[in-house]
Every structure is written in structure tokens, then in C-alpha cells.
């Protein structure tokens, strides 16, 4: 007689309380998944509530909480979950990331292991680096400065032999980037 293993236990949503440093409070000032909608699409990004829901089940963006609202269970999240979303249809795009890649990344991209950001209401949201810097932020700056190492070359007729920008937060926690990068610097 065959037996049939018991079924696998369900995964653990990851809201967006798992998506912050352990320990932190809560933000108070919540908001609807209509409202993140709203938001997404003031600053360009056309997203139905059923695709919000859809990255949520797949991890790109972190599951809402369910509490009592206005009369009824609504579904909430902190504003800078709005922050999170929006990157979601620049990582399919230009990252070449599946959907299902795109909320590791996300986590995975802003803050170093020590970082605690603080948001205007008071909640702590952290994270975990990797490579160095944000692939994301490493692409844009090396553009960024080969743009004005280009736009520098034109305008002068002088080449520019190195660039260096070094952003450092409060806590001395910083990004580097170079032009050109270290690699492909000939001996100054």
C-alpha cells in the first residue's frame, strides 16, 4: 500500500514587518493598498491592486498586515513601501531580475548589515548589502560619471584623468565610486 507524504507547510507570508531590522518599532501612520496604488501612480507607475498583490505572492514587494479600519479589515503598509514598489518594474526591466529575484534584491540592495534608516514616523527600516554597493546605484553613478568625464572632455578639450565620490551617512557607513574604476586606471 503506498502512503502519501503529509503535505509541506505552507511558506510564511514576509510582510512588511520581516522586510525591517528586528527589534524596531512600527511606523503608525499606515496606509491602504489603494492608497499605495494612488501613490505609485502619481509618481508614474501604473499598477493594478490584483499585480500588487500578485508581487506581494511572489516576494517582490512585502505582504501587507491585516487590521481593523474605517469599519472593516483593511489591508496596510507603511509609506516607504511605496519606495519599495516602485523599483519593482525597473528591476524586470533593465536589471534582467524574474519577479520572483526582484525581493531579494530589493532587500538586499540599500543599507549595509548595520544600517538602521529612520523614517519620518519614527519606524526603523534596514537591510543587507550586496557587492559592495547597489548594483542599481553602481550603474547609474558609473553612467553618471563617464557622462561628465565626456561632457567635461567636450567642453574643455582636457581629459579628465580620474573622478572620486565618496557619499558617507552619519554613522560613517559610505559608498565609493570611481571613474574610471580602479581596474582600468592605468598608473597616474
Given at each position: 500500500m503506498a502512503t502519501t507524504a503529509p503535505p509541506k507547510p505552507k511558506p510564511k507570508?514576509?510582510t512588511w514587518r520581516d522586510w525591517m531590522v528586528p527589534?524596531?518599532?512600527?511606523?503608525?501612520?499606515?496606509?491602504?493598498?489603494?492608497?499605495?496604488?494612488?501613490?505609485?501612480?502619481?509618481?508614474?507607475?501604473?499598477?493594478?491592486?490584483?499585480?500588487?498583490?500578485?508581487?506581494?505572492?511572489?516576494?517582490?514587494?512585502?505582504?501587507?498586515?491585516?487590521?481593523?479600519?474605517?469599519?472593516?479589515?483593511?489591508?496596510?503598509?507603511?509609506?516607504?513601501?511605496?519606495?519599495?514598489?516602485?523599483?519593482?518594474?525597473?528591476?524586470?526591466?533593465?536589471?534582467?531580475?524574474?519577479?520572483?529575484?526582484?525581493?531579494?534584491?530589493?532587500?538586499?540592495?540599500?543599507?549595509?548589515?548595520?544600517?538602521?534608516?529612520?523614517?519620518?514616523?519614527?519606524?526603523?527600516?534596514?537591510?543587507?548589502?550586496?557587492?559592495?554597493?547597489?548594483?542599481?546605484?553602481?550603474?547609474?553613478?558609473?553612467?553618471?560619471?563617464?557622462?561628465?568625464?565626456?561632457?567635461?572632455?567636450?567642453?574643455?578639450?582636457?581629459?579628465?584623468?580620474?573622478?572620486?565620490?565618496?557619499?558617507?551617512?552619519?554613522?560613517?557607513?559610505?559608498?565609493?565610486?570611481?571613474?574610471?574604476?580602479?581596474?582600468?586606471?592605468?598608473?597616474?
Amino acid at each position: 500500500m503506498a502512503t502519501t507524504a503529509p503535505p509541506k507547510p505552507k511558506p510564511k507570508r514576509k510582510t512588511w514587518r520581516d522586510w525591517m531590522v528586528p527589534g524596531t518599532p512600527e511606523p503608525t501612520d499606515l496606509i491602504t493598498r489603494d492608497e499605495v496604488i494612488a501613490r505609485l501612480r502619481r509618481r508614474g507607475v501604473k499598477v493594478a491592486a490584483r499585480t500588487l498583490a500578485h508581487w506581494e505572492s511572489v516576494g517582490a514587494t512585502p505582504h501587507p498586515v491585516r487590521r481593523w479600519r474605517d469599519g472593516a479589515p483593511r489591508a496596510l503598509y507603511p509609506d516607504w513601501v511605496v519606495d519599495i514598489a516602485i523599483q519593482v518594474p525597473h528591476f524586470l526591466r533593465y536589471e534582467g531580475l524574474t519577479l520572483s529575484e526582484v525581493g531579494d534584491a530589493l532587500r538586499g540592495q540599500l543599507w549595509p548589515p548595520d544600517a538602521v534608516v529612520l523614517l519620518p514616523d519614527g519606524s526603523r527600516f534596514g537591510g543587507t548589502f550586496f557587492g559592495g554597493y547597489p548594483r542599481i546605484l553602481g550603474k547609474l553613478t558609473d553612467a553618471a560619471l563617464v557622462s561628465l568625464a565626456e561632457n567635461y572632455c567636450r567642453a574643455t578639450g582636457v581629459p579628465i584623468r580620474h573622478i572620486a565620490i565618496q557619499v558617507v551617512d552619519d554613522r560613517g557607513t559610505g559608498i565609493e565610486t570611481r571613474y574610471p574604476p580602479p581596474d582600468e586606471r592605468q598608473s597616474e
